[in-house]
């Protein structure tokens, strides 16, 4: 089924926004994917690309920083049994009030309802590991 399906899961931490951008900055986003091989430029324009052996990759590029406040990527994927998926965006929003840190990840533009059902699964897991 083809349209454009949109996912939001907030998480909420006690690290604050500084900290929880530092571990982004420094790939542990990233590493909590399961990628056996990571390589990134934390940079506007910056590209990354997570290597799944035997099962496909995510590529893109990090289309916008805002120090302790947003990260927004361009995510593609190939591989994984499902459709090439292009040009999703991932959005990442640090937002800290009164002693906690909430971080939202939206995937927006998901072609698939396959797809977005895999994301649905995997952000989640993916933000209650980022400590």
């Known amino acids: ?9 907030s998480h909420d931490y006690t690290a ?3 900290a ?10 990233f590493k909590l994917t399961g990628a056996d ?12 690309e997570l290597k799944f052996t035997g099962r496909g990759r ?8 805002i120090p302790n ?7 593609d994927v190939d591989g994984f049994d499902m459709d090439l998926e292009r040009d999703t965006k991932v959005w990442i929003t640090i ?17 698939t309802e396959e797809s977005a059902a895999a994301k649905k699964k995997a952000w ?6 980022l400590t």
């Open 1 to 9: 089924m083809e349209g454009n399906s949109h996912i939001s899961i």
């Open 69 to 75: 406040e947003k990260v927004v990527l361009q995510w």
């Open 95 to 111: 937002l800290h009030t009164q002693g906690h840190t909430t971080v939202t990840i939206e995937h927006r533009e998901i072609p």
């Open 124 to 129: 989640p897991e993916i933000l209650n590991e």
């Open 16 to 18: 604050s926004s500084e």
């Open 37 to 48: 091989e990571i390589t990134f430029d934390f940079s506007e324009n910056g590209p990354f």
């Open 58 to 65: 995510i590529h893109g590029q990090i289309l916008k920083l």
């Open 20 to 29: 929880i951008y530092s571990m982004i900055a420094e790939g542990k986003l």
